[in-house]
């Protein structure tokens, strides 16, 4: 074989393993979202929040992944009476503590909610 078929088996190759990879990662990622979506109905969120124009109306979540942060919305989820005091939220009743919500979960609607960038 020579030098020039090499570098294009090469290059080949290469770019086999960059897509490959991509490709697992965002397979890993809408898993990781697939997971968010069933959370989010397990744990009743649309009591209080609404999706798609699911749910109450008073807790808008469209668009919620193009204002916060990751590290925001899960402490949102996780530490939501320091978030209230953080942010001066005003939502009555206040957000819940989800104590027991195990974190590969948090991590999972983290996930999900940082998918919704645009208003539905």
């Known amino acids: ?3 020039t078929a090499r570098v294009a088996k090469v290059g080949a190759l290469v770019v086999a393993v960059a897509i490959s ?3 697992g990662r965002v397979f890993a990622q809408d898993v990781k ?15 209080c929040h609404s999706i798609g124009g699911k749910g109450n109306q008073k807790g808008l979540l469209d668009g919620v992944g193009a204002k916060l942060k ?13 978030m209230t005091a953080k942010t001066k939220a005003e939502r ?10 195990p974190a590969e979960d ?3 609607l983290v996930a999900y909610l940082l998918s919704l960038k645009s208003k539905s």
Do not use: H
Request: aromatic share 8%; hydrophobic share 35%; net charge positive.
């Open 1 to 3: 074989m020579n030098r």
């Open 92 to 101: 009555k009743p206040p957000m819940r503590t989800y104590p027991n919500l």
């Open 70 to 82: 990751a590290d925001e919305i899960k402490a949102w989820i996780t530490t939501p009476k320091e």
């Open 106 to 108: 948090v991590d999972a």
């Open 33 to 47: 979202v697939q997971r968010g979506v069933k959370v989010y109905e397990e744990q009743k969120c649309s009591v």
């Open 21 to 23: 990879f991509v490709a």
